[in-house]
């Protein structure tokens, strides 16, 4: 029995022993994070009193801490420090209660709010949220994130899809944000193609290739109008022959070297026609060949028994023709 009660005794000992031992830390720290704070240094000064707090937790750390924040600007960890410790007054009957709910009461229009909407469909126990590195649970995802003013990095994941975002929030402002949805799935779908029955394959003549075709109607054209040329000398032959010899008749009297001067002019008119005839005749009769040499050059592949072509003596000149 003395042996149990002694064993006792070292234990609360001990006990006894680190707790002011870490009193005697935590105050320690608080020093030095208050001496931090009158420099401003709040980064510094708000992680000593969060380490103090840890070594000797109590109301008193947590207003601290508030505190801290509070001037530091970081208003949404200011106000869960301050509700928090508010609860703990509560839970003690702590005479300061009243005092720090009035303090938490005059922060809470200041705070911004973060209001995350789960896209519709989704089932928020799937969705994972951060703010700044800070997990929010899903259970809580409903309710406005307090957090502090100036731009949020949110990162989320839903299923296999994960994404972030930057939002700037204002002190005292409320900011909605809808989280993106998940790209839809679609089943996919067999499709079983029927293929028609093919088409016996109709084999249509094939066109004869006539390369000379072009060249013999260009010769059969070429020669027709050497033809007409040829036809117009004629007449012009024939007219200049009759008003030459009309004029030595009624003017000249029959002699060419008795012609007055009617007669002069009108046989000169008719060796005028008539040496125009001449030359019209040339080249009626130079077309005639040239359609000719088209004609009969063309390439030999092209021609068939079909084609035909001719040159006849009529009695006035020649007769040209053809069938291609």
Known sequence: MKTILTSLTVVCVVIGSARADNRSKADELFKRAKKLLGEHKYSEACQKFEESYQLDPGIGGQLNIGKCYEEWGKLGKAYRAYAEAERQAKSANDPR????????????????????????????????????????????????????????????????????KTIAVERGGTVEVTLDAPPATTEKTTTVSVEKPEKPETTQPAEVDDPGRTQRIAGIAVGAVGIAGFGVA????????????????????????????????????????????????????????GGVVLYLLAPEAARSNEHAFYVVPTGNGLAFGGQY
């Not at 200041?110 to 700044?132: C, E, F, K, M, N």
């Not at 929010?136 to 995802?141: H, N």
């Open 97 to 164: 209660q009243g005092k720090i709910h009035d303090l938490v009461t005059s922060m809470e229009a200041s705070v911004p709010r973060l209001l995350i909407h789960v896209p519709a469909g989704v089932d928020p126990s799937t969705v994972s949220v951060s703010i700044d590195g800070q997990p929010v649970p899903s259970s809580d995802l409903a309710n406005p994130q307090l957090v502090d003013p100036g731009p949020k990095q949110l990162d989320y994941a839903i299923g296999k899809m994960k994404k972030q």
């Open 234 to 289: 004629s007449y012009l032959a024939l007219s200049a022959r009759s008003n030459y010899n009309s004029a030595l008749q009624s003017d000249c009297m029959g002699m060419k070297n008795a012609c007055n001067a009617a007669g002069l002019t009108a046989t000169h008119d008719a060796r005028s026609r008539a040496n125009l005839a001449t030359i019209v005749g040339g080249i009626g009769i130079a077309a005639v060949a």
